[in-house]
Every structure is written in C-alpha cells, then in structure tokens.
C-alpha cells in the first residue's frame, strides 16, 4: 500500500507536469509575428560571422536556421538542411544560412567537419540576431522572400528532406 506522502507527491507531481505542457502548447513563440514583416538582410548577414561551409551572398530566396549544438533536435536536423539544396530543382534562387547561437566557432568548425556539411555556416555568439527578431525557441526557421519578408516559420525540427516540408517551400516560392 502506497503511503498518503507518496500518493500527494505523485498528484502534486502530475499537476505540475500538466501546467507546464499546457504552457508550452499555448504560450506562442515570440518570433510568431514575424511573418509578413521585412527584415534587414544585409545587416543580417553583415553581423553573422561566418564559421564554415562556403560564405554565399543569399540573394533570392533564402532559409535561415536558427540552431545550437547544445540542442538536440537542432543536431537531429541538420543533415536533412544540408541535404535539402540539392534534394529538388527549386522554382527561384534558393539559398541555406544556418545560424548558430553557440559561442565558440572551433567546436562548430570539427562539427561541419566531421559531418561533411556544405552549407553556409554562421555564428551570433551573443545572439543579437535571434534576440532582435524575438526567436527564443532553437531550431526556428525562417524562409524570406527575395523582398525580405518573412513568408514561412518552423518553430520545430524538421526533416526538410520531406517532401510535404520542400512542397511547403516551394510552394511559397511561387505565391
């Protein structure tokens, strides 16, 4: 027989719990109004230091990922984004910025290395980046029109090598 200590632990516990998953589903992103806003691209990129893979200019349509390797489902990730430039023929310009908000560039350059990615690599080591655009929540993806508005945001880790999740894309490149 259970003791009453125990059993109020587990209600207190369980109550808990539920209060906390109800947070999390109903308290919404900040990033969330985002979309429909333009942003300043230039002064993206000019912040952003540039760690690995080959340093593009992204110009047309562009994907940012906001990562950290402290974060799991971020890793999980990463080999579908390098994979997804190559996976289809897109309708536009496309282009891939992973941005990560770790602080020290070497652990990320062995990381690049180790898994062979080619994709463009960048670091905000003091997230002002995510921070200015309010992404508190890691990965978070953006996808920006060649006008600079934000038209798409995942707030959750993809397999972008999906083809629901390139149909998605691609179907915002051709709104």
């Known amino acids: ?13 369980l109550v808990a719990g539920l209060f ?31 760690f690995a893979g080959p340093q593009q200019t992204h110009d047309g349509w562009l994907l940012i990922n906001f990562w950290a390797s402290w ?33 020290v560039p070497e652990t990320l350059q062995a990381y690049w290395k180790k898994n ?23 990965p978070t993806t953006l996808l920006i029109a060649p006008d600079n508005t934000v038209r798409w945001i995942g707030f959750t880790a993809e397999d972008w090598t999906n083809l629901d999740v390139m149909a998605r894309i691609a179907k915002e490149m051709n709104q």
């Open 1 to 13: 027989m259970r003791s009453p200590n125990r059993v109020i632990g587990l209600l207190v516990a």
């Open 20 to 50: 906390l998953l109800l947070a999390v589903v109903t308290v919404p992103p900040a990033a969330k109004g985002l979309i429909g806003e333009k942003i300043d691209r230039n002064a993206l990129l000019s912040t952003a230091q540039h």
């Open 71 to 103: 974060c799991p489902p971020c890793r999980a990730e990463m080999p579908q984004l390098n994979a997804l430039m190559t996976a289809r023929t897109w309708p536009a310009p496309f282009s891939l910025l992973t941005l990560s908000q770790d602080q």
């Open 116 to 138: 062979d990615f080619t994709m463009d690599g960048r670091i905000d080591p003091e997230q002002t980046l995510s921070q200015s655009l309010g992404i508190d929540t890691f």
